[in-house]
């Protein structure tokens, strides 16, 4: 497994790297790599055909932007990313794990706020978005209380929906729905 990736050199440009943790089906990693040509995206998700589906679509398409990843992000993370070598970091439709028993299998936790602080640039942020808003709640709490992110309380729900320019697949399944989506940004906090 490649260690602290220099990404300038992987993508072969020194365009910003933003990350999606969890990339499910790649519909949200694809869109906004393809809305954003000027930005690098890479997605790490646990499922192994969801990571072999889309490197062969990058190789298919020649998406020169894109890289997946199969495995833990909890243990990728830490391995692939230097310090301040990420941009933006997109949460999209986690598992709530609904069971008590289940809760410390939530993808945020304080070690890898950790992490993912380490990694970001001074300027990067987090967006979280879920359809259950007890769970955006409890990383709403979980983030405050670890210190390194601070939300954003300005922008609205349509504001972060036009910055995205991407839908993951289970937004577009909730929005045909007509069920509700949770989002919020919280910006990494400037180092003392």
Partial sequence: MPHNIQ?????????????????????????RALNFPER??????WKFQ???????????EGIPNVAAFHGNAW????????????????VNF?????????????????????????RMRQDGFLVIQTDVRELLEAYGSLIKNHGAF?????????????KLKAKSHREKK??????????QIFYKKPAL
């Avoid at 690098?40 to 998700?45: A, K, L």
């Avoid at 243990?75 to 997109?90: D, G, K, R, Y």
């Fill in 174 to 183: 909730c929005l045909s729905q007509a069920l509700p989506i949770f989002r």
């Fill in 50 to 60: 969801f990571v072999e589906q889309a490197n062969r679509r990058i190789i298919r």
């Fill in 7 to 31: 990404w300038a050199n992987y993508f072969n440009n020194e365009n910003p790297v933003d990350l999606e943790i969890g990339t499910g089906r790649t519909h949200f990693l694809f869109e």
């Fill in 75 to 90: 243990l990728l993370i830490p391995l692939l990313f230097a310090p301040n070598s990420i941009a933006q970091v997109f």
């Fill in 94 to 118: 986690p598992d709530p794990w609904w069971k008590m028993r289940h809760k410390k299998r939530l993808v945020l936790n304080e070690p890898f706020l950790d992490a993912l602080a380490q």
């Fill in 150 to 162: 601070k939300p954003d309380l300005l922008t609205d729900q349509q504001a972060i929906t036009t």
């Fill in 40 to 45: 690098n995206i890479v997605g790490v998700e």
